[in-house]
Structure formats: structure tokens, C-alpha cells
């Protein structure tokens, strides 16, 4: 409310978070799409964050474990984000 001498809250800061919160949401969905495209077409978690390049520790020596699903979702969730 600060600078609106009206007395009517500044909607503004809202809607700006509220349109960033609507492109949070439309990335989560589009790594979940791709995701489940990517699997059902066949490919492991790895192969899917290989094919993508996004960089993993998964199967290192400090991390010998397989990414698992939410791991991979979310990887993909990032990787939109940051592109975007």
C-alpha cells in the first residue's frame, strides 16, 4: 500500500506472482508430460537426463544409485525453468 493514497490495496505485486505461479505450474506439468512420454517411448531415468544433458551425479562413484522417478521430474522441472 505504499505510494497508493487511495487506500485500495496495490493488486500489482499480486498478480505478478500469480502469473509466475501459473508458469511454475505449466513447467511442473510439461516435465511431467515429457517424462511420461520418455518412459512410455522406452527410456530409463538415465537415459532420459543424458539425453536432455543435464548434469547428474547418479551412478558415480559418491552416488551409485539410479535416479528415481520424482528425481528425474524434477531435474526435467529445473531444466525448463532455467530455459524458459
Known amino acids: 500500500m505504499v505510494g497508493n ?4 490495496p496495490d493488486r500489482a505485486p ?5 502469473a509466475k505461479l501459473i508458469t511454475n505450474q505449466q513447467a511442473a506439468e510439461q516435465a511431467q508430460n515429457v517424462f511420461n512420454q520418455l518412459r512410455d517411448d522406452g527410456s530409463t ?8 544433458d543435464i548434469v547428474h551425479g547418479f551412478m558415480s562413484p559418491d552416488n ?3 535416479p528415481k522417478d520424482n528425481e528425474v521430474i524434477i531435474l526435467l522441472y529445473s531444466q525448463i525453468w532455467n530455459e524458459r
Not at 493514497?5 to 485500495?8: N, Y
Not at 531415468?45 to 536432455?52: K, P, R, S, T, V
Request: proline content about 5%; hydrophobic content about 50%; overall charge neutral.
Open 45 to 52: 531415468n538415465l537415459g532420459i537426463l543424458n539425453e536432455f
Open 5 to 8: 493514497l487511495s487506500g485500495v
Open 14 to 18: 499480486f498478480k505478478r506472482m500469480m
Open 64 to 66: 551409485p544409485e539410479l
